[in-house]
């Protein structure tokens, strides 16, 4: 066995760790930082398919923008509700049931279909490579993205606003 | 096992992908729901780049998981908007709690 | 014009019965006016008929009343000769007694309503004789049996009053089932009930035999209740309860009369055989109601069963074939009658009492009202010179001459001579008792005092027409019998061809003409035998009565006591109500209370016990619809609830649970794609 593929399975089993205290802990400050971990781990995955601009364009969007949001909005909603007594799952057998048929059945499908695989690619920067499909290709979809973004900021400050 | 194939990445995002499922399904804390879909989305986004390397596809995958991390800002911006809003409106942040269209 | 002579009478009772009681004196003079206008149409009719100087004259006017198929009723007016005369004597003897009741009925609490009633009753009587047909005729009997009742009846707060309407309404009426069967019969064998037609037919053979014997014997039925022949008498000693100015009108004058009148109406129906039995009856009535009427001692009874035995005389002449005599007869008895009854109503208005053992010696104290009985009286026992003379002479004369030409109705004379002797007896006692001697009851003998101008004014006319009404023979020259012939529209035929048809022809001559010329000397002669014999007799029983009651001579009381049993027979009316009472009526009184126990338990208790049945039957289909319909939509609807209450609860409001349902459709549709 290679180093690589070591490594890989470690990154793998660290996300999908990680992902299932996230879903599992009832302590949602926990979750939290344990979906750091994912996002780690799913950066490190990209890595290892030679996506190096995706990788890092997770850790900083993600880690840094989203997991940020969410620790906030975790940290603004979680000291007023630690006083409930409550349970936090609701549902959990079904869910459970029907979340692991489904795994089930993908993974089967997963395992079964044989993928039209193609020859390996170079690993070299892919940066460029995206840069260049973005501006040529997608460009459209380019355009629609950053006005979505504007909404989503302006529909976002306006959600949360309080009223006087 | 010798060598990492696309069915390991393709694995590893359905369970990611069920996990997230799970978490969305089950936990009572809009937050937490939350953080269940931003699973979701990125076990997505490893598929994707997972065909991207594997099939003679080009970049075109890479560029696909681009956007999808843009589309979950964007989201998680306006979900996490939604929840203060939802906070404020009904003191409550369990989504079990919104259940104004009750029959 | 005609149509108005009944017409006025009726007005009279329809405004007397709603506003009689507001009109000023109660309305007497309406009435009166009324009635005084009728007399004079019927005057000035008499006149126009009589002037044509036909006996046979005949005018009739009528109108189409029900039509269907061959069936035809019409109605209409008949005038004749004999129309004329009796018209004369209803609305005449009408008018007086309306004037009278001025006078008698002074004081009355219902006197409006007494005027009301005597129009009707003259509004009956004078349709009855205008009339041209059966069934008009029968109404118009129906209506005047009603009035009567009325006014028998009309103080009814006394039981006897009431019940002796009672009594006279169905008496009669047991007539009238008799005349209803004859007047069926002979439509059903014509299917026409006009005189006119009705005559023809018989006159042309369609209709014969026995079938018209019993259809005549029938009719006369009628004649018997309503002329209170035996043995439908009772009802008219009876009927005295009511005012004396309702028995002068009714039971003198009108109603009485018209079963006679009937009788002469419809005359060519009779068979020889029916008009025997009618001769007997009437001769058998004559005389006694004549036995009985000898020991009354009631003014009004003694002049009922007077008016009884008179009426018998009416009915046998007829029978006997005498027409013209019965109906002359009729106008002078309803004259003289009337004033009897009117002359009594004075005597007993001034006596209050009817018993003429309180009475005796009243000819000084009431001059107009004696000498006015005393013509009547004169006139009835038939003296020379007064009307009762010529007309019972000639119904004497008629059954002598009946019986010589068919000398086994000997029977016929003799009872009819017996009887007119017995009435001059015993209606000079009733003069010489009430009028003559000394008077027997101090006290009401002091209070006694003449009439009113009213009542004496009517007394005076009644004894003028008595005295007057028969002379100048005028009655015999325009009233004449009927032929049947003259109604015949087939020819005649050859009496040699057919027997049979000959024989039939023969037998639907009522009393015709077969011996047109012997009857003439027959007719002659017994004419005068009948006179002598009716003077000699007359003159006997008046001077039997003075004897008896003036003079003394004979003693009644001892020869009351000497015949004890006789007179209670006699005075018993021969027990004859007696009689009915055990038998008819008895019977009838128990096939009512029968009747009355079968409509109380068994048609009432089916109509109960159907009623009993509908309300348990509603009640089942009440529960039903209750407990199934209601049930069956209740179910439905409960388990709409059921499932809606159900189902609702997927609609928990919770996003999440939305989601699993998602992801189960999910799982379903990959395993049926995948597997």
Known sequence: METSTIIFYFFMLMTLASAAFVVTTKNVVYAAFALLGTFFGVAALYIFLNADFIAAVQVLVYVGGILILIIFGVMLTHRVMDVELRVKTIQVFPAFISALLLVIILVTVVLETRWPLGEAEQVTSTTRGIGMLIMNDYLLPFEIISVLLLMALVGAVLLARRER | ?103 | MTILIPLLPLLGFTIQMFFGKRLPRGGDFLCISLMFTTLVLSILTFIRIFSHGDPNYIETFGFEWIVLGDMNLSFGFLLDTLTGVMLIVVSLVSFLIHLYSVGYMHGDPRYSRYFGYLGIFSFSMLGLILTDNLFGLYIFWELVGLSSYLLIGFWFEKKSAADAGKKAFLTTRIGDIGMFIGIMIIFGAIGKLGFHDVFQAVANGEFGGTLLTVAGVCLFMGAVGKSAQFPLHVWLPDAMEGPTPVSALIHAATMVAAGVYMIGRIFVVFTPDALLVIAYVGAFTAIFAATIAIVMNDIKRVLAYSTLSQLGFMVMALGAGGYVAGLFHLMTHAFFKALLFLGAGSVIHAVHSQDVRDMGGLRKKMPITFWTFLAATLAISGVPGFSGFFSKDAILAATLEKAMLHPSTFLLPFLGFTAAGITAFYMFRLVFLTFFGKPRNEEKYRHAHESPWVMTVPLVILGILAVCSAWGGWFQNYVTKPSLETYATVQMIDEHADASHVTAVETSHAVAVDHADDHHDVAHTAHNYAMALSIIIALGGILIAYLTYMKGKISADRMMKKYKGIHTVLTNKYYIDEFYGKTFIAFTLALARVSRWIDTYIIDGLVNGISRLTVLSSDIAGSFDNIVVDGMVNTVADFSIAVGGKLRRLQTGRVQNYILWVVIALLVIFYFKVF
């Open chain 2, 1 to 103: 096992m010798a060598e990492i194939t696309l069915q390991h990445y393709l694995v590893t995002g359905a369970v990611l992908f069920s996990l997230g499922l799970f978490a969305v399904m089950t936990r009572r804390n809009a937050v937490a729901v939350l953080m269940g879909i931003e699973l979701i989305l990125n076990a997505a986004n490893i598929n994707f780049v997972a065909f991207s390397k594997y099939t003679a596809g080009g970049l075109n995958g890479q560029v696909f998981s681009v956007f999808v991390i843009v589309l979950a800002a964007a989201e998680a911006a306006v979900a996490m908007a939604i929840i203060l809003a939802l906070y404020y409106n009904l003191k409550t942040i369990y989504v079990d709690e919104a259940d104004r269209m009750r029959g």
